[in-house]
Protein backbone atom coordinates (compact mmCIF):
# COMPACT_ATOMS: atom_id res chain seq x y z
CA UNK A 1 0.00 0.00 0.00
CA UNK A 2 2.74 2.63 0.47
CA UNK A 3 4.18 2.03 -2.88
CA UNK A 4 0.82 2.93 -4.11
CA UNK A 5 0.65 5.72 -2.14
CA UNK A 6 3.52 7.12 -3.63
CA UNK A 7 2.82 6.45 -7.43
CA UNK A 8 4.26 8.61 -9.72
CA UNK A 9 2.24 11.14 -11.50
CA UNK A 10 3.11 9.00 -14.84
CA UNK A 11 1.72 6.07 -13.43
CA UNK A 12 -2.03 7.95 -11.97
CA UNK A 13 -1.75 9.05 -15.49
CA UNK A 14 -1.65 6.23 -17.39
CA UNK A 15 -4.50 4.71 -15.40
CA UNK A 16 -6.69 7.52 -16.13
CA UNK A 17 -5.74 7.08 -19.50
CA UNK A 18 -6.73 3.26 -20.01
CA UNK A 19 -10.14 4.27 -17.93
CA UNK A 20 -11.35 7.22 -20.20
CA UNK A 21 -9.80 6.34 -23.14
CA UNK A 22 -7.52 9.37 -23.81
CA UNK A 23 -4.52 9.99 -23.42
CA UNK A 24 -4.95 12.72 -20.94
CA UNK A 25 -7.24 11.36 -18.95
CA UNK A 26 -9.81 13.79 -19.50
CA UNK A 27 -11.24 13.76 -22.82
CA UNK A 28 -13.61 16.32 -24.28
CA UNK A 29 -17.08 14.44 -22.66
CA UNK A 30 -15.14 14.70 -19.51
CA UNK A 31 -13.80 18.63 -20.26
CA UNK A 32 -18.35 18.87 -21.04
CA UNK A 33 -19.35 18.34 -17.24
CA UNK A 34 -17.55 21.39 -16.91
CA UNK A 35 -18.40 23.46 -20.30
CA UNK A 36 -21.86 22.53 -20.69
CA UNK A 37 -24.58 24.02 -19.16
CA UNK A 38 -24.27 26.34 -15.65
CA UNK A 39 -26.61 24.19 -12.88
CA UNK A 40 -27.18 20.51 -11.43
CA UNK A 41 -28.00 17.56 -13.44
CA UNK A 42 -30.15 14.74 -13.12
CA UNK A 43 -28.49 13.77 -9.64
CA UNK A 44 -27.96 15.99 -6.34
CA UNK A 45 -24.35 17.03 -6.09
CA UNK A 46 -22.81 14.79 -3.40
CA UNK A 47 -25.66 12.94 -3.43
CA UNK A 48 -25.93 8.67 -3.34
CA UNK A 49 -25.69 8.54 -7.04
CA UNK A 50 -22.94 10.77 -7.56
CA UNK A 51 -20.75 8.70 -4.17
CA UNK A 52 -21.45 5.44 -5.97
CA UNK A 53 -20.58 6.43 -9.19
CA UNK A 54 -17.44 8.43 -7.58
CA UNK A 55 -16.01 5.55 -6.05
CA UNK A 56 -13.17 2.88 -7.14
CA UNK A 57 -15.62 0.04 -6.79
CA UNK A 58 -17.24 0.73 -10.02
CA UNK A 59 -14.36 -0.99 -11.74
CA UNK A 60 -15.69 -4.34 -9.85
CA UNK A 61 -18.97 -3.18 -11.01
CA UNK A 62 -18.26 -2.99 -14.37
CA UNK A 63 -16.93 -6.33 -14.76
CA UNK A 64 -19.70 -7.87 -12.25
CA UNK A 65 -22.40 -5.83 -14.85
CA UNK A 66 -21.03 -7.33 -17.87
CA UNK A 67 -20.84 -10.87 -16.85
CA UNK A 68 -24.57 -10.25 -15.68
CA UNK A 69 -25.52 -8.49 -19.14
CA UNK A 70 -24.11 -11.46 -20.95
CA UNK A 71 -26.24 -13.96 -19.78
CA UNK A 72 -29.16 -12.83 -21.60
CA UNK A 73 -28.41 -13.89 -25.64
CA UNK A 74 -30.12 -11.15 -27.14
CA UNK A 75 -28.15 -8.33 -25.04
CA UNK A 76 -25.11 -10.85 -25.62
CA UNK A 77 -25.47 -10.95 -29.19
CA UNK A 78 -25.84 -6.97 -29.90
CA UNK A 79 -22.64 -6.53 -28.02
CA UNK A 80 -20.66 -9.05 -29.93
CA UNK A 81 -22.03 -8.46 -33.62
CA UNK A 82 -21.83 -4.04 -32.75
CA UNK A 83 -18.78 -3.36 -31.28
CA UNK A 84 -15.43 -4.34 -31.42
CA UNK A 85 -14.94 -4.99 -28.18
CA UNK A 86 -12.30 -8.16 -28.62
CA UNK A 87 -9.82 -5.87 -31.01
CA UNK A 88 -10.39 -3.05 -28.68
CA UNK A 89 -11.70 -3.64 -25.64
CA UNK A 90 -10.91 -0.39 -23.46
CA UNK A 91 -12.43 1.19 -26.51
CA UNK A 92 -15.85 -0.37 -25.45
CA UNK A 93 -15.06 0.52 -21.51
CA UNK A 94 -14.51 3.95 -22.40
CA UNK A 95 -17.86 3.93 -24.09
CA UNK A 96 -19.71 2.70 -21.35
CA UNK A 97 -17.48 4.65 -19.13
CA UNK A 98 -18.81 7.78 -20.86
CA UNK A 99 -22.55 7.33 -20.28
CA UNK A 100 -22.06 6.64 -16.55
CA UNK A 101 -19.97 9.72 -15.67
CA UNK A 102 -21.61 12.21 -18.16
CA UNK A 103 -25.19 11.28 -16.94
CA UNK A 104 -24.12 11.30 -13.18
CA UNK A 105 -22.25 14.01 -13.31
CA UNK A 106 -23.06 16.67 -16.19
CA UNK A 107 -25.27 19.20 -16.02
CA UNK A 108 -29.12 18.18 -17.25
CA UNK A 109 -28.39 19.97 -20.82
CA UNK A 110 -25.55 17.75 -21.33
CA UNK A 111 -27.05 14.78 -19.73
CA UNK A 112 -30.12 14.80 -22.22
CA UNK A 113 -27.66 15.59 -25.15
CA UNK A 114 -25.77 12.13 -24.10
CA UNK A 115 -28.89 10.07 -24.04
CA UNK A 116 -29.73 11.52 -27.69
CA UNK A 117 -26.48 9.93 -28.74
CA UNK A 118 -26.69 6.59 -26.78
CA UNK A 119 -30.51 6.31 -28.12
CA UNK A 120 -29.42 7.09 -31.79
CA UNK A 121 -26.64 4.48 -31.23
CA UNK A 122 -29.10 1.81 -30.49
CA UNK A 123 -31.22 2.15 -33.41
CA UNK A 124 -28.45 1.06 -35.52
CA UNK A 125 -28.14 -1.85 -33.23
CA UNK A 126 -30.71 -4.79 -34.45
CA UNK A 127 -30.20 -8.21 -36.16
CA UNK A 128 -31.44 -11.62 -35.42
CA UNK A 129 -30.85 -14.79 -33.09
CA UNK A 130 -32.16 -17.63 -34.30
CA UNK A 131 -35.88 -16.78 -34.88
CA UNK A 132 -35.56 -14.11 -32.05
CA UNK A 133 -35.17 -10.36 -33.51
CA UNK A 134 -33.16 -7.95 -31.11
CA UNK A 135 -32.70 -4.38 -31.17
CA UNK A 136 -30.82 -2.02 -28.55
CA UNK A 137 -33.66 -0.06 -28.84
CA UNK A 138 -36.31 -2.66 -27.23
CA UNK A 139 -37.53 -1.34 -23.76
CA UNK A 140 -37.41 -4.87 -22.39
CA UNK A 141 -34.05 -5.11 -23.52
CA UNK A 142 -33.22 -1.91 -22.21
CA UNK A 143 -34.71 -3.15 -19.22
CA UNK A 144 -32.55 -6.11 -18.60
CA UNK A 145 -29.34 -4.44 -19.20
CA UNK A 146 -29.99 -1.70 -16.40
CA UNK A 147 -31.22 -4.31 -14.07
CA UNK A 148 -28.05 -5.89 -14.38
CA UNK A 149 -26.23 -2.88 -14.38
CA UNK A 150 -27.61 -1.63 -10.55
CA UNK A 151 -27.45 -4.74 -9.09
CA UNK A 152 -23.59 -4.85 -9.92
CA UNK A 153 -22.99 -1.61 -9.31
CA UNK A 154 -24.51 -1.45 -5.99
CA UNK A 155 -23.43 -4.92 -4.76
CA UNK A 156 -19.36 -4.03 -5.62
CA UNK A 157 -20.06 -0.41 -3.37
CA UNK A 158 -21.64 -2.76 -0.75
CA UNK A 159 -18.63 -5.51 -1.15
CA UNK A 160 -15.33 -3.10 -1.93
CA UNK A 161 -16.59 0.58 -1.94
CA UNK A 162 -16.72 2.82 0.68
CA UNK A 163 -19.61 2.68 3.77
CA UNK A 164 -22.59 5.07 2.62
CA UNK A 165 -24.52 4.39 5.62
CA UNK A 166 -23.11 7.06 8.00
CA UNK A 167 -23.67 9.31 5.71
CA UNK A 168 -26.84 8.37 4.24
CA UNK A 169 -28.69 6.05 6.61
CA UNK A 170 -29.53 2.41 6.20
CA UNK A 171 -31.52 3.05 3.44
CA UNK A 172 -28.98 4.41 0.65
CA UNK A 173 -29.12 1.56 -1.48
CA UNK A 174 -33.11 1.72 -1.97
CA UNK A 175 -32.19 5.37 -2.93
CA UNK A 176 -29.94 4.49 -5.41
CA UNK A 177 -31.98 2.16 -6.72
CA UNK A 178 -34.58 4.73 -7.31
CA UNK A 179 -32.76 7.35 -8.66
CA UNK A 180 -30.75 5.14 -11.12
CA UNK A 181 -33.35 4.20 -12.98
CA UNK A 182 -33.82 7.74 -14.52
CA UNK A 183 -30.82 6.92 -17.04
CA UNK A 184 -33.04 3.67 -18.17
CA UNK A 185 -36.04 5.90 -18.30
CA UNK A 186 -34.08 8.34 -20.61
CA UNK A 187 -33.03 5.61 -22.56
CA UNK A 188 -36.58 4.07 -22.74
CA UNK A 189 -36.71 1.31 -20.57
CA UNK A 190 -39.96 0.88 -18.69
CA UNK A 191 -40.97 -1.48 -15.72
CA UNK A 192 -37.62 -0.16 -13.72
CA UNK A 193 -37.75 -1.15 -9.78
CA UNK A 194 -37.28 1.44 -7.20
CA UNK A 195 -36.05 -0.59 -4.44
CA UNK A 196 -33.87 -3.28 -3.94
CA UNK A 197 -36.30 -5.68 -3.05
CA UNK A 198 -37.96 -4.97 -6.58
CA UNK A 199 -34.76 -5.02 -8.30
CA UNK A 200 -33.91 -8.69 -6.84
CA UNK A 201 -37.62 -9.72 -8.22
CA UNK A 202 -37.41 -8.36 -11.12
CA UNK A 203 -33.24 -10.43 -11.59
CA UNK A 204 -35.01 -13.58 -10.69
CA UNK A 205 -38.08 -13.05 -13.03
CA UNK A 206 -35.71 -12.78 -15.73
CA UNK A 207 -33.91 -16.16 -15.06
CA UNK A 208 -36.19 -18.29 -18.09
CA UNK A 209 -34.57 -15.59 -20.47
CA UNK A 210 -31.20 -16.59 -19.51
CA UNK A 211 -28.74 -18.79 -21.40
CA UNK A 212 -24.74 -19.80 -19.97
CA UNK A 213 -22.35 -17.27 -21.22
CA UNK A 214 -20.22 -18.64 -23.37
CA UNK A 215 -16.74 -19.63 -21.81
CA UNK A 216 -14.79 -18.03 -24.53
CA UNK A 217 -16.53 -14.48 -22.95
CA UNK A 218 -15.92 -15.45 -19.62
CA UNK A 219 -11.71 -16.34 -20.17
CA UNK A 220 -11.95 -12.62 -21.76
CA UNK A 221 -13.34 -10.93 -19.02
CA UNK A 222 -11.11 -12.86 -16.77
CA UNK A 223 -8.32 -11.60 -18.27
CA UNK A 224 -8.82 -8.69 -21.24
CA UNK A 225 -5.67 -8.40 -23.57
CA UNK A 226 -3.65 -5.50 -24.01
CA UNK A 227 -2.45 -5.16 -20.05
CA UNK A 228 1.03 -4.67 -18.76
CA UNK A 229 2.30 -7.66 -15.85
CA UNK A 230 1.05 -5.32 -13.18
CA UNK A 231 -2.13 -4.37 -14.90
CA UNK A 232 -2.81 -7.88 -14.96
CA UNK A 233 -2.08 -8.85 -11.12
CA UNK A 234 -4.41 -5.68 -10.56
CA UNK A 235 -7.52 -6.29 -13.11
CA UNK A 236 -7.47 -10.17 -11.45
CA UNK A 237 -7.89 -9.20 -7.99
CA UNK A 238 -10.95 -7.18 -9.60
CA UNK A 239 -12.38 -10.02 -11.25
CA UNK A 240 -12.24 -12.32 -8.25
CA UNK A 241 -14.00 -9.58 -6.25
CA UNK A 242 -16.51 -9.23 -9.12
CA UNK A 243 -17.44 -12.74 -9.43
CA UNK A 244 -18.45 -12.65 -5.97
CA UNK A 245 -20.78 -9.73 -5.84
CA UNK A 246 -23.54 -11.05 -9.22
CA UNK A 247 -26.84 -11.37 -8.38
CA UNK A 248 -27.32 -15.18 -7.35
CA UNK A 249 -30.56 -14.93 -10.19
CA UNK A 250 -27.67 -14.47 -12.51
CA UNK A 251 -24.53 -16.28 -11.14
CA UNK A 252 -24.76 -19.76 -12.42
CA UNK A 253 -25.46 -18.44 -16.03
CA UNK A 254 -22.30 -16.59 -15.73
CA UNK A 255 -20.23 -19.36 -14.39
CA UNK A 256 -19.25 -17.44 -11.02
CA UNK A 257 -19.92 -18.23 -7.19
CA UNK A 258 -22.11 -15.02 -6.82
CA UNK A 259 -22.85 -13.32 -3.88
CA UNK A 260 -23.82 -15.86 -0.56
CA UNK A 261 -21.10 -17.99 -1.87
CA UNK A 262 -18.52 -17.43 0.86
CA UNK A 263 -15.40 -15.75 -1.49
CA UNK A 264 -14.82 -13.50 1.62
CA UNK A 265 -10.63 -13.54 0.02
CA UNK A 266 -11.20 -12.32 -3.11
CA UNK A 267 -13.83 -9.48 -1.93
CA UNK A 268 -10.83 -8.59 0.96
CA UNK A 269 -8.12 -8.40 -1.51
CA UNK A 270 -10.37 -5.94 -4.14
CA UNK A 271 -11.20 -3.89 -1.14
CA UNK A 272 -7.57 -3.36 -0.01
CA UNK A 273 -6.29 -2.72 -3.56
CA UNK A 274 -8.86 0.08 -4.46
CA UNK A 275 -7.94 1.29 -0.59
CA UNK A 276 -4.86 1.71 -2.03
CA UNK A 277 -5.37 3.03 -5.43
CA UNK A 278 -8.02 5.22 -3.63
CA UNK A 279 -5.16 6.90 -1.69
CA UNK A 280 -3.19 7.05 -4.94
CA UNK A 281 -5.11 8.81 -6.91
CA UNK A 282 -7.00 11.57 -5.02
CA UNK A 283 -9.83 12.40 -3.98
CA UNK A 284 -12.40 12.76 -6.87
CA UNK A 285 -12.31 11.59 -10.21
CA UNK A 286 -11.43 14.01 -13.46
CA UNK A 287 -15.05 13.85 -14.25
CA UNK A 288 -16.24 14.86 -10.52
CA UNK A 289 -13.87 17.57 -10.38
CA UNK A 290 -15.23 18.97 -13.55
CA UNK A 291 -18.58 18.96 -12.11
CA UNK A 292 -17.78 20.29 -8.72
CA UNK A 293 -16.14 23.15 -10.97
CA UNK A 294 -19.28 23.60 -12.75
CA UNK A 295 -21.28 23.78 -9.59
CA UNK A 296 -18.65 25.89 -7.81
CA UNK A 297 -18.18 23.29 -5.27
CA UNK A 298 -14.27 23.14 -6.07
CA UNK A 299 -11.13 24.21 -7.82
CA UNK A 300 -10.44 24.20 -11.56
CA UNK A 301 -8.95 21.16 -13.10
CA UNK A 302 -5.41 21.01 -14.25
CA UNK A 303 -6.73 21.21 -17.89
CA UNK A 304 -8.58 24.17 -17.29
CA UNK A 305 -5.60 26.22 -17.96
CA UNK A 306 -5.16 24.76 -21.32
CA UNK A 307 -8.18 25.24 -22.12
CA UNK A 308 -8.12 29.28 -21.83
CA UNK A 309 -5.16 29.41 -23.45
Do not use: N
Not at 6 to 30: I, K, N, Q
Not at 173 to 193: I, K, M, N, Q, S
Not at 228 to 236: C, D, W
Amino acid sequence: MRALTSLPDAAREAFRARVSGDPTGAPDWVRDIARVGAGPGWFEPDGVVWRVHGDLSTLVGGVAALLGQAAHPLALAGVQRHSAYREDPWKRLAGTARWLVVSTFGSAELAEREAARVRGMHTRVRGRVGDRPYSASDPALLRWVHLAFTDAFLAAQQAVGQDLTPRFGRRWPDVYVAEWARTARELGATDLPSSTGELAEALAACRPELAPVPDSLRAFLAAPPGLSPPERVFYRGLSGAAAQVVSPAVAGCAGVPGRGRGGAVPVTVARLQLRALRLALGGHSPSEEAARWRLGLGPAPAWAGEDAA
